[in-house]
């Protein structure tokens, strides 16, 4: 359900949940700014992946290649999925499918109460609830309705029928007065909350035929039958308290899908099979990554020495490539006195997401939802002169914020994270050419990794704003052209910006067609106003530098969550927590391999040598089941020789190598971010035989 005003669409928007972003196709720019600003995420007992687009041919560059091994270089999937964003009439087919199954389930079960129904990135849901009732022959009291999947196929059943009719779908305008009467009519105080935070009118309603009516702003087709039933398929039920309040009534959410045709549904349902295989807490718990120790409390990260291996892996090269660029590492607090939150503003702005202070010595101190004021009061350490800009700081700090316990998501929804933060200081007329390095860095990085799809918006100035029209124009101006001096594609939100400054946000594709939202450049002209940050012009007086907040990967848990998914847990050789596991085919070689060992770490080679209990088959299965890029067989031989007989998991038998030449190759390989293909002496098999 959608309503015809800017605060019933906040609401709309509100309520969509933690990990699904409402489309905003037909959404008129100033509502949907409204809607995000007063947006709060509603508490979801099972969360959703963020499907858009399709799966794409594998990018042909090494190091994309590297990052996408599960998904055959040579295969395109033939069918590319269309988005919200670029069809409508799938928009269209959507809304109306949810108006549909809103009207099958007060059919199927009439005690439910309806809430809200907004499309979402591949499909729709709807929220319902159910009151107890009371039983008409023994006047007992029968429990709230729990859905199950048995009644999600009573709904698909009766959706099927309703959509068989084809009932016309047609808008009214009525008064409020008229709106509210017939909502007391029909009993269902949801509907009035929603009409109360209308203000403008006349109200707008959507009928089914003669049979079920909703507050809603559109659009929808002409009439159900122009719905494909065989391209719609229910999914799952969810827990979500209204309005994301914990205090209010719990609901159920039905999640649904919908598509042109059927070929495309078929589609999406690879897809999520094969985002299944890929779920990143599955993954972080088989190959020992990390975990989430209810114990110590939800969405608190615990990093395992694997997953340590590869965040110091990931860490390292990020602080290479801001030290090559001119940033400067630097490294603040966890806490701080309540009164920096104050000036800062996030105290009055963002408390809800701020943990409880603590006292100490009588004052209140507050855990860092944010790093920014911290490098705020560095920058005020000393007067700053107009040479001194651009000043660059990047920091990798851990914030805190408060999540309702229903929203956490593995790495993807936490309590403690690491930012990648960085803040640019610097010259009103250096503002473009720091953005354009800005995204050159972050170009740069996330390529890396594999990721070279970006989906680009520019989010410009909203209704409630600090700083001049001057000021907005120029950033604005910067950032439009910096995008166009990189010649990225992108799209304006107007509108969608911070209060604080316009800014840029870029998703990255992964493997299976999914997109993520990472980076950011914003520029702020509120916190130099705050706090009183100023440089001195060469003539003499004093300006506020101009701020950016920048961010590649978001934050790194988050990332390392969408980088196992991207690459199904299987790691380059680079970024592997093992690169080289050494078989041991005999115990007496056990004292050799850790000598080996030893001189692969001193060349900053992983390296495990396997306790050799096994057979020698079963040391390379469980070694190849660890995604281990490289095995080195050992025996007497090879001990004898100073070779070892190697394996890759990709490439299989590779022959035989002096120790040497392959430590130094996997530390090339390492240093280019390639996979090892060399090839080593071929033997017979006879003469090498440890099986």
Not at 330 to 351: E, Q
Not at 359 to 366: D, F
Not at 581 to 601: G, I, N, R, S
Not at 609 to 632: F, H, T
């Amino acid at each position: 359900m959608k309503l015809g005003s800017g605060a019933a669409m906040s609401l709309f928007l509100a309520t969509s949940g933690a990990f699904q972003r409402v489309s905003s196709f037909v959404v008129p720019a100033a509502t949907r700014a409204a809607a995000r600003r007063n947006a709060q995420a509603a508490s979801t007992v099972a969360a959703q992946s963020p499907f858009v687009g399709s799966l794409w041919k594998t990018p042909s560059s090494p190091v994309s290649r590297s990052m996408s091994t599960v998904v055959e270089e040579e295969k395109e999937v033939a069918l590319e999925l269309p988005t919200n964003e670029n069809d409508e009439d799938l928009l269209r087919i959507r809304h109306s499918s949810a108006h549909v199954m809103a009207m099958a389930v007060q059919q199927a079960f009439p005690e439910a109460q309806v809430t809200i129904g907004p499309w979402i990135d591949n499909g729709f849901y709807y929220d319902f609830y159910f009151p107890e009732t009371t039983d008409e022959e023994t006047g007992e009291t029968i429990p709230s309705r729990k859905l199950t999947d048995a009644d999600l196929k009573k709904v698909k059943k009766a959706m099927d029928k309703i959509i068989g009719k084809n009932y016309p779908i047609t808008m009214e305008e009525v008064s409020r007065e008229e709106a509210k009467r017939r909502i007391d009519e029909i009993g269902e105080p949801f509907k009035l909350e929603i009409l109360d935070s209308i203000k403008t009118e006349p109200i707008t309603i959507y009928h089914i035929g003669d049979e079920w009516w909703d507050l809603c702003a559109g659009p929808h087709v002409e009439s159900t039958g122009k719905i494909p039933k065989k391209a719609v398929a229910l999914q799952s039920v969810a827990g979500a308290y209204w309005r994301g309040d914990e205090k209010r009534e719990m609901l159920q959410r039905i999640y649904a899908t919908a598509w042109k045709d059927p070929k495309q549904l078929k589609q999406y349902k690879k897809m999520m099979e094969e985002a299944k295989k890929r779920d990143h807490r599955m993954l972080g718990q088989k190959l020992g990554l990390f975990s989430i120790q209810e114990d110590a409390g939800g969405g608190l990260v615990f990093w395992h020495p694997k997953g340590s291996a590869i965040r110091e892996t990931i860490e390292n090269f990020w602080k290479q490539q801001h030290t090559d660029n001119g940033y400067d590492i630097v490294y603040t607090p966890h806490i701080a006195n309540l009164n920096l939150w104050k000036t800062s503003g996030h105290f009055d702005f963002y408390r809800e997401g701020m943990f409880d202070q603590m006292e100490v010595e009588e004052e209140a101190y507050q855990i860092k939802p944010m790093n920014c004021p911290f490098h705020c009061l560095m920058y005020k350490d000393e007067l700053r002169s107009y040479r001194d800009l651009p000043i660059r700081w990047a920091e990798l700090g851990t914030v805190y914020r408060y999540e309702r316990s229903g929203t956490l998501h593995g790495l993807f929804r936490v309590r403690g994270f690491t930012q990648d933060d960085a803040h640019v200081f610097c010259l009103p007329e250096q503002l473009q050419d720091e953005i354009v390095a800005v995204l050159d860095l972050t170009e740069s990085i996330l390529s890396k990794f594999g990721f070279d799809k970006y989906q680009i918006m520019l989010s410009t100035r909203p209704e409630k704003s600090v700083g001049s029209d001057a000021i907005w124009d120029a950033a604005t101006a910067a950032l439009e052209g910096a995008l166009k001096e990189k010649g990225w594609d992108y799209e304006i939100d107007e509108g969608d910006g911070a209060f604080y400054g316009p800014k840029i946000d870029l998703k990255i594709r992964d493997a299976i067609g999914r997109t993520w939202q990472c980076s950011t450049v914003q520029c702020d002209f509120n916190l130099p106003e705050r706090f009183g940050l100023e440089y001195v012009t060469a003539e003499g007086t004093r300006e506020a530098p101009i701020m950016l907040h920048r961010a590649i990967f978001g934050s790194v848990e988050r990332f390392f969550g969408i980088l196992v998914e991207n690459c199904a847990g299987d790691f380059p050789l680079w970024l592997a927590p093992t690169q080289l596991k050494l078989l041991p085919v005999t115990d007496a070689v056990q004292d050799y391999c850790k000598e080996v060992a030893a001189k692969a770490k001193k060349l900053g080679v992983r390296v495990e040598v396997d306790r050799g209990n096994e057979r020698l088959a079963k040391q390379i299965r469980n070694a190849e089941q660890s995604r281990v890029p490289v095995m080195a067989v050992v025996g007497m031989k090879e001990m004898e020789t100073g070779k070892l007989a190697v394996r890759s998991r990709k490439l299989g038998d590779l022959g035989s190598f002096d120790i040497d030449s392959l430590l130094n190759e996997l530390s090339r390989c390492t240093d280019a971010a390639e996979e090892m293909t060399m090839m080593g002496e071929k033997e017979e098999k006879e003469e090498n035989n440890h099986a």
